[in-house]
Nanobody
Framework: QGQLVESGGGLVQAGGSLRLSCAAS????????VGWFRQAPGKEREFVAG?????????YYADSVKGRFTISRDNAKNMVYLQMNSLQPEDTAVYYC???????????????????WGQGTPVTVSP
């Protein structure tokens, strides 16, 4: 079994930045595809960004974060990151890291695709 633990969330003013981290433990996730999702109060959990298992391979972003967020991974450390810049109040949500066995350069983008989930880290962006 494996576990994912997110960190790095917090309160930030609009226009600010945060870097979320996702630490994997219990198994090697180097051949796993990883995604970041978020869930705002009263809303469905939505895809934010994903990265294929191959380091430096495919990345995919939701339109709402494209150009502002960057996903990256360090397989040697079993870590995945989400750098979030130019944050806006509408980015306020709980952010979740998710993982699943990867398939080449494919990026998975829906919640049912993922089999491992973290507990989430809250991000609040004030106006």
């Amino acid at each position: 079994q494996g576990q994912l633990v997110e960190s790095g969330g917090g309160l930030v003013q609009a226009g600010g930045s945060l870097r979320l981290s996702c630490a994997a433990s219990g198994r090697t996730f180097s051949n796993f595809a990883v995604g970041w999702f978020r869930q705002a109060p009263g809303k469905e959990r939505e895809f934010v960004a994903g990265i294929s298992w191959r380091v430096g391979s495919t990345k995919y972003y939701a339109d709402s974060v494209k150009g502002r967020f960057t996903i990256s991974r360090d397989n040697a450390k079993n870590m995945v990151y989400l750098q979030m810049n130019s944050l806006q109040p509408e980015d306020t949500a709980v952010y979740y890291c998710a993982a699943r066995p990867g398939s080449g350069s494919y990026v998975y983008r829906t919640r049912p695709d993922y089999s491992y989930w973290g507990q989430g880290t809250p991000v609040t962006v004030s106006p």
